[in-house]
């Protein structure tokens, strides 16, 4: 597939936002003396306006862009309607809650807000992740670890930015930062493992769309007597010159620059921010360095997950497999 940078920018900046304030939501309910009020407010808007700039990027993938509206049209059978319509919720929810916050009242009303501020930050969260999941045609989006990888990559990068603003203005518990290094590596195994899941060993590689499955004939087609067996080949791809689906679907990833951005991805997005947290997470000005690594992995990341995404409509015009 090919690799938009507002979907990408999106992915990771909304991700980072909801898993923020799932994490300040879910301290002020279980920890709220953990953080300081302050500390909590400041933290919550910063992933409010994570979430409302990777929602207004998304708009600029689109060729009408005064059109956006209409995601909110399809609750009950689209997935990208869903993730409209919940952070559509979100944003008034979030912000009452954050002015309650501000002010340090509320009392059980600021409980419940927290709480559907958690529910809902997690269910856009998984909304978005399975846009992608859901669609049958990639075999490298359909598998339950795409929305397993949204889910922990966008707690782990919120979790960073959260260590980041306590040490900004006190110490950090050592509980939180217990927490975050435990959701990085999960992050990591989650990633690591889905890497496997789509690489050419894997089983899922194995019962890969292919040419021959395309056209009915899986196993070849087989001749008369000890005929080997025919294999399905493409005469003729339909057309002399680039269309949507070759601009969109055929993009190619050399696999050394797969293994580059495979390699940065993992140094920057895990290996330097769990790094800082594994010495304590001293000093907020290494901490904002960690975390800014921390995202510029995750886009590297976000980029790969698009551009080794194979749709099978590359059968028809010249893949062996998808």
């Known amino acids: 597939m090919k690799p938009a940078l507002s979907i990408v920018f999106f992915t990771v900046s909304s991700g980072a936002g909801l898993g923020l304030l799932a994490w300040i939501t879910l301290i002020d ?26 929602l ?20 009950r059978t689209s997935w990208l309607s869903r993730e409209a319509i919940l952070a559509t919720v979100l944003f008034p929810v979030a912000a009452t809650y954050i002015v309650l916050t501000a ?3 509320g009392g059980a009303w600021r409980s419940f807000l927290a709480v559907a501020t958690c529910l809902l930050a997690w269910a856009v969260l998984f909304a978005t992740a399975m846009i992608y999941a859901s669609l049958k045609p990639i075999r490298q989006w359909r598998t339950p670890w795409t929305p397993a990888n949204y889910l922990l990559l966008g707690h782990w990068s919120g979790a960073l930015l959260l260590a980041t603003i306590v040490v900004a203005y006190d110490a ?41 499955r395309a056209i009915g004939v899986p196993a070849g087609v087989h001749g008369p007597g000890p ?17 949507f689906l070759t601009n969109e679907f055929g993009f190619e990833l050399a696999r050394q620059h797969a293994r580059f951005l495979r390699g940065a991805a993992l140094a920057l997005g895990f290996g330097v921010p769990l790094a800082w947290l594994l010495l304590g997470a ?18 590297a990341e976000r980029w790969l997950f698009f551009a080794e995404a194979r749709h099978t409509v590359r059968l028809y015009h010249g893949d062996r497999r998808t």
């Open 227 to 243: 005929m080997t067996v025919a294999q399905a080949r493409l005469l003729d791809a339909g057309h002399s010159h680039g269309t």
């Open 172 to 212: 950090a518990p050592r509980m939180l930062l217990a927490l975050a290094l435990l959701v990085g590596v999960a992050a990591l195994a989650a990633k690591l493992t889905y890497w496997a899941s789509i690489g050419e060993k894997a089983a899922g590689a194995r019962t890969a769309p292919t040419l021959e």
């Open 29 to 54: 309910l279980f920890a709220s003396e953990a953080l300081s009020p302050q500390v909590q407010w400041r933290a919550a808007t910063l992933g409010l306006v994570l979430l409302a700039a990777g």
């Open 103 to 105: 002010a340090r009242s």
């Open 282 to 299: 001293p000093y907020w000005q290494v901490g904002l360095g960690a975390a800014a690594c921390g995202i510029i992995g995750l886009l």
């Open 56 to 75: 207004a990027s998304s708009v600029l993938h689109l060729a009408k862009p005064q059109n956006a509206w209409r995601a909110l049209s399809r609750f």
